[in-house]
């Protein structure tokens, strides 16, 4: 890396990154396929998926090749997901206190998720941290979803950052393949969605076990 690279922005996923909403997401497509009449999903699974756009993850868990059906499935987990994150969603440790020490240094610190964008704002502003992040987009502002690099590319751009000043942070290899592809420097969170493992599988820079250890990476770029 160059010795003159500062991190300017950071790029954060939301579910397993910052929050802890794997159970609000399993019983969120649970309780969809029911409504529709279809058999359960295996948690596992969904799981595994987190961090797709919902379309991709009710094809893989559910089978759902039509096209109407899969909308239908979408609306659904919408309209449901907000009354059930209310009592499954929480920060993950310091995670308050850390975004609040990244953006009163001067950095700008962006929201990158396949979460629809209505939930990321009501979940933010709820958890007290919305203060904090200048961009969020959700499923809804790029064509191409996580893995493809659209996302990061559009904070780059709206930013006026360049990949070697941007860190990319998330809990899956979906996260460190957009962030890979966008020319950013990533890091993977190992208390997430997919293991430390899966995350060494896409070699990410950086892989840390705490939130907290973000400003640390920073640091340590910094001084290289």
Same mark, same amino acid.
């Given at each position: 890396?160059?010795?003159?690279?500062?991190?300017?922005?950071?790029?954060?996923?939301?579910?397993?990154?910052?929050?802890?909403?794997?159970?609000?997401?399993?019983?969120?497509?649970?309780?969809?396929?029911?409504?529709?009449?279809?058999?359960?999903?295996?948690?596992?699974?969904?799981?595994?998926?987190? #961090?797709?756009?919902? +379309?991709?993850?009710?094809?893989?868990?559910?089978?759902?090749? /039509?096209?109407?059906?899969?909308?239908?499935?979408?609306?659904?987990? +919408?309209?449901?997901?907000?009354?059930?994150?209310?009592?499954?969603?929480?920060?993950?440790? /310091?995670?308050?206190?850390?975004?609040?020490?990244?953006?009163?240094?001067?950095?700008?610190?962006?929201?990158?998720?396949?979460?629809?964008?209505?939930?990321?704002? @009501? %979940?933010? /502003?709820?958890?007290?941290?919305? +203060?904090?992040?200048?961009?969020?987009?959700?499923?809804?502002?790029?064509?191409?979803?996580?893995?493809?690099? /659209?996302?990061? %590319?559009?904070? %780059?751009?709206?930013? @006026?950052?360049?990949?070697?000043?941007?860190?990319?942070?998330?809990?899956?290899?979906?996260?460190?393949?957009? #962030?890979?592809?966008?020319?950013?420097?990533?890091?993977?969170?190992?208390? #997430?969605?997919?293991?430390?493992?899966?995350?060494?599988?896409?070699?990410?820079?950086?892989?840390?076990?705490?939130?907290?250890?973000?400003?640390?990476?920073?640091?340590?770029?910094?001084?290289?």
């Amino acid at each position: 890396m160059n010795k003159k690279i500062r991190i300017k922005t950071i790029i954060l996923d939301f579910d397993g990154t910052i929050a802890d909403t794997k159970d609000s997401i399993i019983q969120t497509i649970q309780a969809t396929l029911d409504e529709l009449g279809i058999q359960r999903a295996n948690e596992s699974g969904i799981k595994n998926l987190i #961090g797709l756009p919902l +379309r991709e993850t009710f094809v893989r868990v559910a089978h759902l090749m /039509d096209r109407n059906m899969q909308e239908k499935a979408i609306v659904l987990y +919408r309209e449901k997901y907000n009354q059930i994150s209310l009592n499954t969603v929480k920060l993950f440790p /310091d995670v308050k206190e850390t975004l609040k020490g990244l953006h009163d240094n001067g950095l700008t610190i962006a929201v990158a998720s396949g979460k629809g964008k209505e939930a990321l704002l @009501n %979940l933010l /502003d709820r958890m007290g941290i919305a +203060r904090y992040i200048s961009l969020v987009f959700g499923e809804q502002d790029v064509k191409n979803k996580k893995p493809a690099p /659209d996302m990061a %590319l559009l904070i %780059l751009e709206k930013t @006026n950052s360049s990949p070697q000043e941007t860190l990319v942070v998330g809990d899956t290899v979906y996260d460190m393949a957009m #962030g890979q592809e966008a020319g950013c420097i990533t890091c993977g969170v190992s208390y #997430g969605n997919h293991t430390e493992e899966q995350l060494k599988s896409r070699n990410p820079d950086f892989i840390i076990g705490k939130f907290t250890e973000i400003t640390s990476i920073i640091g340590e770029i910094h001084q290289l």
